[in-house]
């Protein structure tokens, strides 16, 4: 199962948790109120990055979110928000940082452990909250994408192979994958990289290329 790590100033959110991880068999590696405080144990033992870090919005260190959001992901974990619904804003700003998805702190339990579960995975976390979040927001700066890119996004996204994308348009493979380069280019350009097939399903979610029920694991 996948390593976690528990990063909440509540310390019974954090208890709870760690109860539920495991039973499920997930192994909680680090559990703290800080992300300076996650990254120091990193460092003063040499462990390797938690593959999934459960990440509080709002700390009481006077940090934002972009930076613990930024700071984890750079340091190489995938991020899950633990949130309550009524900040939209602050989810949004999460998920423009890089986080792989949010699950709110009203849910069951299970519904935290699935959500860690399928980031780990690698695979996008489209839920009810993480739509709720990019539903109709205009915050995402739009990444202007042609007609065609448009449509190579959607499929390519929502799972297909490259080459049977280039195949369902009737254009060549290089062309397809040229367009995917560009792609990519147009949303780094605007602030929105997406290096991974993951990140470009989170931007065409982003965007209404691609809805909840299109993308792979939808529900």
């Given amino acids: 199962m996948s390593t ?6 509540h310390e019974s959110v954090r208890l709870g948790l760690e109860a539920a991880c495991a039973r499920d068999s997930q192994t909680v590696v680090f559990s703290g109120s800080t992300v300076v405080s996650y990254l120091e144990w990193r460092r003063a033992t040499a462990a ?3 593959e999934v870090v459960v990440l509080d919005l709002t700390l009481g260190d006077g940090t934002t979110v972009t930076e613990n959001v930024t700071s984890l992901v750079n340091d190489g974990a995938s991020v899950v928000i633990h949130s309550v619904a009524d900040r ?3 989810v949004r700003e999460a998920l423009a940082a890089g986080a792989a998805g949010v699950v709110s702190k009203s849910s069951a339990l299970d519904d935290v452990l699935d959500a860690i579960r399928t980031v780990a995975q690698g695979e996008a976390l489209n839920n009810v909250e993480w739509a709720s979040a990019v539903d109709g927001d205009r915050a995402f700066a739009d990444a202007q994408l042609a007609t065609r890119e448009r449509e190579v996004l959607r499929l390519y996204a929502t799972g297909l192979p490259l080459k049977a994308v280039a ?3 009737g ?5 397809a994958k040229e367009n995917i380069t560009r792609i990519r280019v147009k949303y780094v350009e605007v602030g929105r990289p997406a290096p991974t097939k993951v990140d470009l399903l989170r931007r065409a979610m982003e965007d ?6 299109e993308a792979p694991g939808g529900r």
């Fill in 171 to 175: 254009v060549a493979y290089s062309t």
């Fill in 88 to 90: 939209p804003a602050a």
């Fill in 208 to 213: 209404g290329i691609v809805t909840a029920d």
């Fill in 167 to 169: 195949e369902k348009l």
């Fill in 4 to 9: 976690v790590a528990l990063i909440d100033d």
């Fill in 48 to 50: 390797a990055p938690a």
